[in-house]
């Protein structure tokens, strides 16, 4: 698997289990789930939507260290808690996502550790212009 690499980067939050915080394989970025929490493991305090838009933030950061960026985001999966705060994340979400990749957005019964939010995506990683 010598064309698969580890992407890891002290600008986002790390691990909190055994994965990593994204993989590339071939042309593509698959970053792990991202909870709101800060790169030193703290958590963000605040609205749901300061806690979507931590989440955001370390993705961009983690995309930026792949050597991508979020405008080359080709679908996005999101984990709420509860769908009240569907209309909050959403505000949030569309700021930085106004290219409108695929997504899917799901009501869990729980999220590691009681967030209220978590974000995943798979971004594209060639040469190619962005969505």
């Not at 590339?24 to 958590?43: L, T």
């Not at 769908?83 to 990749?101: L, R």
């Not at 550790?113 to 978590?118: G, I, T």
């Amino acid at each position: 698997m010598s064309d698969v690499k580890k992407v890891f980067t002290e600008n986002a939050c790390p691990p909190a289990g055994p994965y990593t915080q994204a993989i590339v394989a071939g042309p593509n970025i698959f970053v792990s789930g991202q909870i709101p929490y800060d790169k030193d493991s703290k958590p963000v305090q605040g609205s749901i939507g300061d806690k979507t838009k931590a989440c955001i933030d370390n993705i961009i950061a983690i995309l930026k260290e792949a050597g991508s960026d979020i405008g080359k985001v080709v679908k996005v999966n999101v984990f709420l808690d509860d769908m009240a705060n569907f209309g909050e994340m959403n505000s949030v979400y569309e700021q930085y996502f106004s290219h409108k990749p695929a997504r899917s957005c799901v009501a869990v019964k729980q999220l590691p550790k009681d967030v209220p939010v978590e974000i995943e995506c798979i971004a594209y990683n060639g040469t190619g212009s962005k969505l």
